[in-house]
């Protein structure tokens, strides 16, 4: 098999540069995104896992594509490094008998059956493609633009499917940024959170990840019921011995009040995790929200916000710069950078705050109530 370059693709940004490839690499980004989404779509990489590497009359057969399209999409997947070349088939990708399987990348997050799958997260995007017109439409309104005029969150409560991919999305893009956290030096050692408030905690992933790293821990998910009920089915599938530690809380985090102690422990919340929450509100929200948080933990208590964060010089990561723009298509909020979320902690009357990265683009901001 041919190995899997260390060097991925990766758009080469040189404002110096006397070519023209930055702006090349820039504008084919949405070409790569536009391949792999229809990949997963069409189950590509699955059905190159089950049924073993493929040529491109295989691809054919199993996608109902024609032969220009199955070699377009395969020499796409292959330069993109998402598809390697089997030995038993050419070694020249452009033959027709060259035998095509995913890479070790791709086998990890774009094959169902993995753990750390997030072709659910490349689905959701792919429904709601951010094209040159729906960004415009985005620049120019001051709500949400992603389900037309109402407010995504509404509409999800009045759409059971529109909650389901949305909450199985959020799954994707959170598994494992939920592992790293639950496995952070932060979560180990007698300084560790002992019940945790998980406040808008979508699928429940956070609360699952912890609990199966750590079986002296409790935890309680404050949601809206249109997505608790995916949460319930999603934590369904996890081990007696976790599902037994978990709460559910029904409710609106910003009308209804939080629970100050966990009912199945009897602790009092020692920590509260906002994961990728604050991101999706303007700043008075998110006043409310810290403040809400700072009274409803006792003193010593610590809020946990976790966000792919952009650096305060704004200079990136360039990924997280891009999701600013899915921000202001889905929600009223922007990706943080650390000084304004430390700026917005101490504004709430949290002390001691500090950012530390976990995983991937990922990083926890850790305060504390004096
Ligand atoms: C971006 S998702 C984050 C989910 C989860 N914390 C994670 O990191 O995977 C935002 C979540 O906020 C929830 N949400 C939105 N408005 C809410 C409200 N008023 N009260 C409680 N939850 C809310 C949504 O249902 C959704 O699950």
């Known amino acids: 098999m041919a190995p ?218 404050l949601e809206l019921q249109s997505t608790l009920e995916t949460t319930t089915a999603y934590l369904a599938s996890l081990p007696e011995a976790v599902r037994r530690r978990v709460s559910y809380r029904p409710g609106d985090m910003f009308t209804d009040s939080w629970p100050t102690a966990d009912p199945n422990s009897g602790r009092a919340f020692d920590a509260i995790l906002l994961s990728q929450i604050l991101h999706d509100w303007a700043p008075r929200e998110c006043g409310l929200l810290i403040k809400k948080a700072f009274e409803t933990l006792p003193a010593g208590g610590r809020v946990l916000v976790y966000e792919k964060l952009v650096d305060d010089d704004c200079r990136g990561p360039l990924m997280t710069a891009m999701v600013n723009l899915d921000m202001l298509m889905w929600t009223e909020g922007q990706q943080f950078t650390p000084s304004l979320l430390r700026d917005l902690l101490q504004a709430g009357g949290f002390t001691d705050v500090a950012t530390h990265s976990t995983t991937g683009y990922w990083s926890v901001t850790v305060a504390r109530k004096p």
């Open 4 to 221: 899997e370059s260390s060097a991925l693709p990766a758009l080469q940004l040189n404002a110096n540069a006397s070519s023209d490839r930055t702006v090349y690499d820039l504008l084919m980004a949405n070409r790569l995104s536009c391949v792999l989404t229809v990949a997963v779509q069409m189950r590509v990489f699955d059905a190159m896992q089950t049924k073993g590497p493929m040529t491109r009359a295989a691809l054919v057969a199993h996608a109902g594509v024609t032969l220009r399209g199955a070699h377009a999409m395969l020499i796409a997947l292959y330069a993109a490094q998402l598809l390697v070349l089997d030995p038993s088939g050419a070694s020249d990708p452009q033959h027709a008998d060259a035998r095509f399987m995913p890479s070790p990348t791709a086998a990890t997050y774009l094959v169902e059956s993995s753990p750390a799958y997030l072709g659910y997260l490349v689905e959701m995007d792919g429904d709601d493609f951010l094209t040159p017109e729906k960004l415009r439409h985005a620049l120019t309104s001051a709500k949400p633009t992603v389900y037309g005029a109402t407010d995504p969150w509404a509409e999800q409560g009045k759409d059971p499917v529109k909650a389901e991919r949305f909450t199985r999305g959020m799954r994707s893009i959170s598994t494992e940024p939920a592992r790293a956290l639950a496995e952070h030096v932060l979560m180990k050692g007698p300084d560790a959170p002992t019940a945790v408030l998980d406040v808008a905690g979508g699928s429940g992933v956070h609360v699952g990840a912890l609990l199966s790293a750590h079986s002296d821990r409790t935890a309680t998910i």
